[in-house]
Nanobody, 115 residues
Framework: QVQLVESGGGSVQPGDSLTLSCVGS????????MFWYRQVPGKGGEFVAE???????RYADSVNGRFVISRDIDRKTMFLQMNNLKPDDTAVYYC?????????WGQGTQVTVSE
């Protein structure tokens, strides 16, 4: 059974940094592309970043240069290092994995950026 569990969210001020974690279980972590998405209430989900099985990465324009996606295969954990946070980064952040043609999501972790 595939499970994804995020953690690391919180309330920070503009310019601060925060690191999110997503622990995966029930699948061969190294073999699959994984993603971070975010959602603001009343809006659709927004792609944030992805990391491929070869550790290639891609970012949304809005976070490129500020966020870094990575993962630790041994710990089956994906990370999102978020630097120079802005109020527009406020959202619930979700990790996602596509495993054997099925999409799995974590429960989300709230990030709030305000003065």
């Amino acid at each position: 059974q595939v499970q994804l569990v995020e953690s690391g969210g919180g309330s920070v001020q503009p310019g601060d940094s925060l690191t999110l974690s997503c622990v995966g279980s029930g699948f061969r972590f190294v073999h699959y592309i994984m993603f971070w998405y975010r959602q603001v209430p009343g809006k659709g989900g927004e792609f944030v970043a992805e990391i491929t099985s070869l550790d290639g990465s891609r970012y949304a324009d809005s976070v490129n240069g500020r966020f870094v996606i990575s993962r630790d295969i041994d710990r089956k954990t994906m990370f999102l290092q978020m630097n120079n946070l802005k109020p527009d980064d406020t959202a619930v952040y979700y990790c996602r994995a596509n495993v054997d043609m099925q999409t799995y999501w974590g429960q989300g972790t709230q990030v709030t950026v305000s003065e």
